[in-house]
């Protein structure tokens, strides 16, 4: 049954599952300041990483259904595991049902389609959460893009859960660090270029680079995904319209409030206001 929405223009919603999408936010935020902005954590439920296509697919629905109600027309996944589980079934099954007017877009996408452009010896890694390791979706990705690149992956369980305990710089993730990048390399010794596949691992970007031997490009998302957003409201000007331009950003969460506010510190150089909703 098709659900009645609001029609109105309205901010760009941005979900993830935990805190890590607030580096994509940042990002997108510096990039298009002029844009009014919904951040949704889903942050009761969080890791996303470890469960089930299915029960990703409905947690990242009910997220979506609830930004659209919130007004977005337009809703970023910047989540890997929300990108690569649910983001395609949502896009072809959902929004004919729930408004074909309105999208969804995803952060796998545009981080691979300049990878053609970085790597020298198209042999190319992924560190990346489980889920998403599991799910294929960078090989597939860049496989339609580019099918000469081999493509490695390497799941990182224990970064996610070392960054929300505030134990990014702290002295014993320097081993895990160097373990999950050690073990990728391993896989193929000719990679060149490594894909941060996980919107928390940009808090580890000091350790990483510590670690990656010299000659290895280490990408980060939060740029590529805020250039790419930039270049598809100018290439549909229609969408364009429907998102509102007055420079604000609120803060939705699943989780307590005062929990939400000490944890996005951790991601944001900037105290925020936030509400408690529920999915």
């Given amino acids: 049954m098709k659900q009645t929405l609001p029609s109105a223009s309205g901010p760009i919603g941005v979900f993830d599952s935990g805190y890590g999408g607030l580096t994509i936010l940042s ?17 009761a439920r969080t890791p996303y990483g470890t469960r089930s296509f299915e029960i990703v697919y409905e947690f990242t629905l009910q997220a979506v259904t609830k930004l659209f109600g919130m007004g977005c027309h337009l809703v970023i996944l910047a989540c890997n595991t929300a990108s690569a589980k ?4 949502i896009q072809m099954n959902d929004l004919p049902l ?11 996408r545009p981080t691979v389609e300049c ?11 992924v560190l990346a959460t489980s889920g998403t390791i599991k799910s294929e979706s960078y090989p597939l990705e860049v496989h339609k ?14 970064w996610v859960p070392l960054v929300e305990n ?3 710089q702290g002295e014993g993730t320097d081993y895990f660090v160097r373990k999950y990048i050690n073990e990728l390399l391993a896989k193929d010794q000719l990679i060149d270029t490594v894909i941060l596949g996980c919107t928390h691992y940009p808090l580890l970007l000091p350790k990483i680079q510590q670690y990656m031997p010299e000659g290895i490009t280490t990408v980060s998302q ?9 270049d598809y409201l100018r ?45």
């Fill in 27 to 43: 990002k997108i935020r510096e990039a298009l300041p002029e844009y009014d902005y919904i951040y949704l954590g889903d942050n």
């Fill in 86 to 89: 649910a983001l395609r079934s």
């Fill in 98 to 108: 729930l408004d074909p007017e309105r999208r969804v877009l995803g952060v796998i």
């Fill in 115 to 125: 990878i053609g452009d970085i790597t020298r010896s198209r042999h190319i890694g």
């Fill in 145 to 158: 893009l580019f099918p000469d690149i081999k493509v490695s992956g390497e799941a990182c369980p224990l």
């Fill in 166 to 168: 505030n134990e990014a």
């Fill in 222 to 230: 939060g740029e590529l995904v805020a250039s790419s957003l930039k």
């Fill in 235 to 279: 290439r549909h000007p229609e969408m364009d319209k429907k998102c509102t331009k007055g420079g604000r950003c609120v803060y939705r969460t699943t989780e307590a409030e005062d929990k939400f506010i000490e944890s996005a510190s951790t991601f944001l150089n900037e105290s925020v206001r936030v509400e408690r909703i529920e999915l």
